[in-house]
T-cell receptor
Framework: AQTVTQSQPEMSVQEAETVTLSCTYD???????LFWYKQPPSRQMILVIR??????QNATENRFSVNFQKAAKSFSLKISDSQLGDAAMYFC??????????????FGRGTSLIVHP | GAVVSQHPSRVICKSGTSVKIECRSL??????MFWYRQFPKQSLMLMAT?????????EQGVEKDKFLINHASLTLSTLTVTSAHPEDSSFYIC???????????FGDGTRLSIL
């Protein structure tokens, strides 16, 4: 079974600064997706960024980028120029692409990001 | 982008009441819908997976007679919490996707409070 570990329950960052959220995962599969989701106080889960495991290039989405280290099974999220609206819970998720699989994502425990003005 | 609508957003009711939560995919056909439960400051716990037209697959420890799931169409799934008790109070989130390799889209969630 796959596991996703987010070792930082809470992180703080000053507005306009950069912060990195950590995520590691355990799998024996070679094909999978990795995701970062944001859950603001309004509680709706929003997809921030997605990474296909077969792609060596790190995914980026505006101020959000990932550092995907497949061999190390690490998938960190970097938020640049942090904004007050970035304050939220961030969940890392893994989804298998194995043939015959259910493709159900496994979520980490989440990291609460606090942004100080 | 794809939108998933979940209704109601908040329910407060007496113990023993049955509560129905709806999850609709507004602009795509959702072959698979998921129901999650989330406790405060916790991750999402998958309760069940439902595919249109077939019975839901429940995760271990989730009572299927307690949490009835119906996925009668490609755009609608419902979760009914039967004879709800205070311990059922939680935040329930649905999500939907069009196919195995399609992104998963989440509803806004339902805050259920049983008095």
């Amino acid at each position: 079974a796959q596991t996703v570990t987010q070792s930082q329950p809470e992180m703080s960052v000053q507005e306009a600064e950069t912060v990195t959220l950590s995520c590691t995962y355990d799998t024996s599969e070679s094909d999978y997706y990795l995701f970062w989701y944001k859950q603001p106080p309004s509680r709706q889960m929003i997809l921030v960024i997605r990474q296909e495991a077969y792609k060596q290039q790190n995914a980026t989405e505006n101020r959000f980028s990932v550092n995907f280290q497949k061999a190390a099974k690490s998938f960190s999220l970097k938020i640049s120029d942090s904004q007050l609206g970035d304050a939220a819970m961030y969940f890392c998720a893994y989804r298998s692409l194995a043939s015959g699989g259910s493709y159900i994502p496994t979520f980490g425990r989440g990291t609460s990001l606090i942004v100080h003005p | 982008g794809a939108v998933v609508s979940q209704h109601p957003s908040r329910v407060i009711c007496k113990s023993g009441t049955s509560v129905k939560i709806e999850c609709r995919s507004l602009d795509f056909q959702a072959t698979t819908m998921f129901w999650y439960r989330q406790f405060p400051k916790q991750s999402l716990m998958l309760m069940a997976t439902s595919n249109e037209g077939s019975k839901a697959t429940y995760e271990q420890g989730v009572e299927k007679d307690k949490f009835l799931i119906n996925h009668a169409s490609l755009t609608l799934s419902t979760l009914t919490v039967t004879s709800a008790h205070p311990e059922d109070s939680s935040f329930y989130i649905c999500s939907a996707r069009g196919g195995p390799n399609q992104p998963q889209h989440f509803g806004d969630g339902t805050r259920l409070s049983i008095l």
